[in-house]
C-alpha cells in the first residue's frame, strides 16, 4: 500500500486468524479503505463513503436520498451527514421531488462530476497497489474467489444480495 497511509498494528496471535475468512476480508476491507480515504481527500472528500455516495448520484435515473440510500445500504443518518457535506463543498445540490415535496432528490453539480469521474483512475491505482506481487494468474483467481463470496453472478455481475455498493 502506498506510503501515505499509516501500517496497521501487528494483531496479536494471528496464526489463529489466518484461516478466518471473515477476519481476513474485514483486515483487506481495512486496508483498501485507507487508500481509498487518501485518494478521496486528495479530490477534495473527506473518505471513500463520499466517492461511493457521489458515483450513486450520478448514476442512472435521478432518484430521491431515500432511493440511493436503500441502494447503498446506507441508513438515512449516515447518508444524510454524507449528503450534507458534499453539498456543502459543492459537489452535489438537492431539490424537491416533483412527485412529493417532503423528498429530496440529490444531483452532481459540475465539479461533483468531474471528481465523480476520477473514481475509476484512483480505483485502478488503490487496486494495483493492493495487489503489487501477485501474478496474473492469481489476480484472476482472486477476483474469481471473491465474485463467489460477494454472490455476484458471472453472467448478470450483480450481487445476488447486499447493497449496491460500487
Not at 37 to 61: K, P, S
Not at 69 to 81: A, V
Not at 92 to 118: H, Q, S, Y
Given at each position: ?10 494483531c496479536?496471535?494471528t496464526s ?7 477476519w481476513?476480508?474485514?483486515r483487506?476491507?481495512?486496508r483498501i ?21 457521489l ?8 432518484r ?8 447503498l445500504?446506507?441508513d ?23 412527485n412529493d415535496?417532503?423528498?429530496r432528490?440529490?444531483?452532481l ?10 473514481k ?10 493492493a495487489?503489487t ?6 489476480r ?5 474467489v ?18 449496491c455498493m460500487?
Amino acid at each position: 500500500m502506498s506510503s501515505s497511509v499509516e501500517p496497521f498494528p501487528t494483531c496479536p496471535n494471528t496464526s489463529s486468524v489466518r484461516t478466518d475468512i471473515a477476519w481476513l476480508l474485514h483486515r483487506a476491507a481495512q486496508r483498501i479503505r485507507q487508500e481509498w480515504d487518501v485518494a478521496a481527500r486528495e479530490h477534495g472528500l473527506r473518505d471513500m463513503r463520499d466517492w461511493i455516495v457521489l458515483a450513486a448520484v450520478g448514476e442512472g435515473e435521478k432518484r430521491t436520498q431515500l432511493a440511493i440510500g436503500q441502494e447503498l445500504g446506507l441508513d438515512k443518518t449516515t447518508l444524510m451527514s454524507v449528503l450534507d457535506r458534499l453539498e456543502r463543498d459543492g459537489f452535489v445540490v438537492r431539490t424537491v421531488d416533483p412527485n412529493d415535496r417532503r423528498a429530496r432528490v440529490p444531483e452532481l453539480t459540475e465539479i461533483g462530476a468531474k471528481v465523480r469521474d476520477l473514481k475509476v483512475p484512483a480505483r485502478q491505482r488503490v487496486e494495483e497497489a493492493a495487489l503489487t506481487g501477485a501474478s496474473t494468474e492469481d489476480r484472476h483467481v482472486f477476483f474469481s474467489v471473491l465474485s463467489q463470496l460477494a454472490g455476484v453472478d458471472s453472467d448478470s455481475e450483480e450481487p445476488s444480495h447486499g447493497s449496491c455498493m460500487r
